[in-house]
């Protein structure tokens, strides 16, 4: 069964300084793998995907990830927090339904703080 | 870009009266939406996959009864919560499929969510 672990509820770090959301996943198959953000009262945004291409993934606002098998991890990283970087994080994994739709499963979140 | 829009954004309501949620695709065609649920500081749980023209498919444990899906057109879809209780109070949030060329290229892009009260 496809799963992620996020193994941080809460990260706190200064404005400038590198951010780590850490994500493990389990899946029976390859799979695609996502992090999402989710600012208060708005949607969740797509941050960046893996679809077994490059395993070192760019995304929006400065954010990658690099997926790696040996350790079925999948971690979020930024050189540089920004107090705007504030919000809660999510690490996905894609599961393949009865009739081969890709469901999302999320992670149980991080919320990640930003101070001055 | 891919937009999703949700009405209404916030409803309150009173115990067994029933509440319709839209999720619309503003500016391309979906033909599944999914529709999850957000407890507070937890997690998305998918309730259901709704296919444009056919019925919805439902997680395990979802009451399919309660939450009635219509997916009438290739731009919306209905979440409608039947004989609302106070249980049922939560976060719904829907997304849209976008399928794009290439293999594995299908997004979900995601509403802002609609925040229901149950009184």
């Known amino acids: 069964a496809q799963s992620v672990t996020q193994l941080d509820s809460h990260v706190s770090v200064s404005e400038g300084t590198p951010v780590l959301l850490r994500c493990n996943y389990s899946?029976?198959?390859?799979?695609?793998l996502f992090w999402y953000v989710q600012h208060p009262n708005k949607g969740l945004q797509l941050l960046l995907k893996?679809?077994?291409?490059?395993?070192l993934v760019k995304g929006i606002n400065g954010f990658e990830a690099e997926f790696k098998k040996s350790e079925t991890s999948f971690h979020l990283t930024k050189p540089s927090a920004h107090m705007s970087d504030a919000a809660e994080y999510f690490c996905?994994?894609?599961?393949?339904?009865?009739?081969?739709?890709?469901?999302?499963?999320f992670g149980t979140g991080t919320r990640l703080q930003v101070f001055p | 870009g891919a937009v999703v829009s949700q009405h209404p954004s916030r409803v309150i309501c009173k115990s067994g009266t029933s509440v319709k949620i839209e999720c619309r695709s503003l500016?391309?065609?979906?033909?599944?939406m999914f529709w999850y649920r957000q407890f507070p500081k937890q997690s998305l749980m998918l309730m259901a996959t709704?296919?444009?023209?056919?019925?919805?498919?439902?997680e395990q444990g979802v009451e399919k009864d309660k939450f009635l899906i219509n997916h009438a057109s290739l731009t919306l879809s209905t979440l409608t919560v039947t004989s609302a209780h106070p249980e049922d109070s939560s976060f719904y949030i829907c997304?849209?499929?976008?399928?794009?060329?290439?293999?594995?290229?299908?997004?979900?892009?995601f509403g802002p969510g609609t925040r229901l009260l149950v009184l």
């Open positions: 997304s849209a499929l976008k399928e794009q060329t290439g293999y594995g290229q299908e997004t979900q892009y």
């Open positions: 709704s296919n444009e023209g056919s019925k919805a498919t439902y």
């Open positions: 996905v994994v894609t599961r393949l339904d009865l009739y081969n739709t890709d469901k999302l499963i």
């Open positions: 893996y679809t077994s291409a490059a395993t």
């Open positions: 500016d391309f065609q979906a033909t599944t």
């Open positions: 899946s029976s198959y390859s799979p695609s």
